[in-house]
Each structure stands twice: as structure tokens, then as C-alpha cells.
């Protein structure tokens, strides 16, 4: 499966605050959900056809296919929450040294 690259929009936000839903066409996986331990924040998961990035450590049974350096909550910024309905969200390839630095940047 080929996720990096692809894209799609925040067709819905919720649950855990600002935990995103894209629908990229290049992700989907027809393997069953389940429960399962607490997922890192900023961990990116398939289920279905739905794309969801973890916006807090948080229970989850999506299948992990990578993680991403940003951090979508952050209750001390205004407004707490990076991405809005019909954002576009582009998932792409990064190397361990970017990821490091892009993490960092985020305090």
C-alpha cells in the first residue's frame, strides 16, 4: 500500500479533539478493525477507507502505516487545532533527520 504522496480532504474532525478523517482514494484496507493498546500522538492509521491522524495518545485499533511530527492538539494555542473541515491534507514521505527536526520545531 502506497500512502506517502496521496491526499485528500478533512471530510470530518472529531471524537478526540481534532482527530482527522481524509479520504484519500490511495488508502484503504479491507483487514477488520480492533481494539487495541493506546496509539502514540500524531500516529497516521487506516480503517476502511477513512485516513486518521491520532491528535493525542490515544486507544485505537486502526492499522499504523507511519506517524507525523505535527502536532494536531494543542490546547494552548489558538486556535487548538491545526487542521478545519475540508482542509486539504497531503500525506508525504519524510526522512528520520526531517521528522526529528519538524518535531522539534513544534516544541
Known amino acids: 500500500m502506497r500512502k506517502a504522496a496521496s491526499a485528500g480532504n478533512a471530510a470530518q474532525l472529531g471524537?478526540?479533539?481534532n482527530r482527522a478523517y481524509a479520504m484519500p482514494a490511495a488508502a484503504?484496507?479491507?483487514q477488520p478493525?480492533?481494539?487495541?493498546?493506546?496509539?502514540?500522538?500524531?500516529?497516521v492509521a487506516i480503517g476502511g477507507e477513512l485516513t486518521g491522524i491520532y491528535p493525542l495518545e490515544l486507544p485505537g485499533?486502526?492499522?499504523?502505516i507511519g506517524r507525523s511530527p505535527l502536532r494536531m492538539f494543542d490546547a494552548s494555542a489558538e486556535p487548538p487545532v491545526r487542521l478545519s473541515m475540508g482542509d486539504?491534507?497531503?500525506f508525504v514521505q519524510i526522512t528520520p533527520d526531517d521528522?526529528?527536526?519538524l518535531a522539534e520545531e513544534q516544541g
Open 28 to 30: 484503504s484496507t479491507s
Open 99 to 101: 521528522y526529528a527536526r
Open 61 to 64: 485499533g486502526w492499522h499504523l
Open 88 to 90: 486539504r491534507v497531503r
Open 15 to 17: 471524537m478526540f479533539f
Open 33 to 43: 478493525i480492533s481494539r487495541a493498546a493506546r496509539k502514540p500522538a500524531g500516529s
